[in-house]
């Protein structure tokens, strides 16, 4: 499957409890995005990566919230102290660049107990 | 920042009628347009995307019109078919490239639903 890869597909965790995701984007797609979809709602744009460097933050749903793209490949979310309110799913997409189409991943579903 | 709406919530039609979803988008400097299909369970994929610089965009029994001036797109379906029947979600980004740092902003889908 060469499309954008996300894991755990599934996360239950405890509130106050740390926790992280991993998105593979499509190789060589440049641009990287975290979205989070709540039921019923479009997803929500949190952060955007050119190559390794986070060129949009301001839109993390709070300071709990932090993404890397160390090497400019593969990205990791981490939600620290979650929250019964962070139960949702996950979506990252990656493209190409310029006039490039986003193509999403599978998500990971985040239940906080 | 930008503000998109999406009519109907739930659209139902008969297998083979057209069904047709409304957006309008608030931040003027938009110019990217994007429609995903979402079925249960699956990640969101585009059917078809537009840019401001066009008025309508045909692929098929899907095509996308745009209003510049009155700030609406809708997505046409024709000779509705079983599996078409999914939440579809328009898009907006005012960065032409397709998203950058504004991301894209949705709306909150529509139901489609395909009676036979």
């Excluded at chain 1, 641009?31 to 039921?39: A, E, K, V």
């Excluded at chain 1, 139960?87 to 006039?99: F, I």
């Excluded at chain 2, 995307?49 to 997505?75: C, M, P, W, Y």
């Amino acid at each position: 499957d060469t499309g954008v890869s996300q894991n755990p597909r599934h996360k239950i965790t405890k509130r106050g409890q740390n926790v992280t995701f991993r998105c593979d984007p499509i190789s060589e797609h440049n641009r990287l995005y975290w979205y989070r979809q709540t039921l019923g709602q479009g997803p929500e744009f949190l952060t955007y990566f050119q190559n390794e460097a986070q060129l949009e933050k301001s839109r993390l749903l709070s300071d709990r919230f932090s993404a890397e793209r160390p090497k400019g490949s593969f990205s990791t979310l981490e939600i620290q102290r979650t929250e019964q309110g962070d139960s949702a799913m996950y979506l990252c997409a990656s493209s190409l660049g310029l006039l490039d189409t986003q193509y999403f991943g599978p998500g990971t579903r985040l239940t906080v107990l | 920042g930008e503000n998109v709406e999406q009519h109907p919530s739930t659209l139902s039609v008969q297998e083979g009628d057209s069904a047709v979803i409304k957006c309008t988008y608030s931040d003027s400097a938009s110019n990217y347009f994007p429609w995903y299909k979402q079925e249960l369970g699956k990640r969101p994929q585009l059917i078809i995307d537009i840019r401001s610089n066009v008025g309508e965009k045909k692929d098929q029994r899907i095509a996308v019109t745009l209003n510049k001036t009155a700030k609406h797109f809708s997505l046409h379906i024709t000779e509705t078919q079983p599996e078409d029947s999914a939440v579809y979600f328009c898009a907006a980004s005012p960065d032409p490239s397709g998203g950058g740092a504004d991301g894209l902003t949705f709306g909150k889908g529509t139901h489609l639903i395909i009676q036979p």
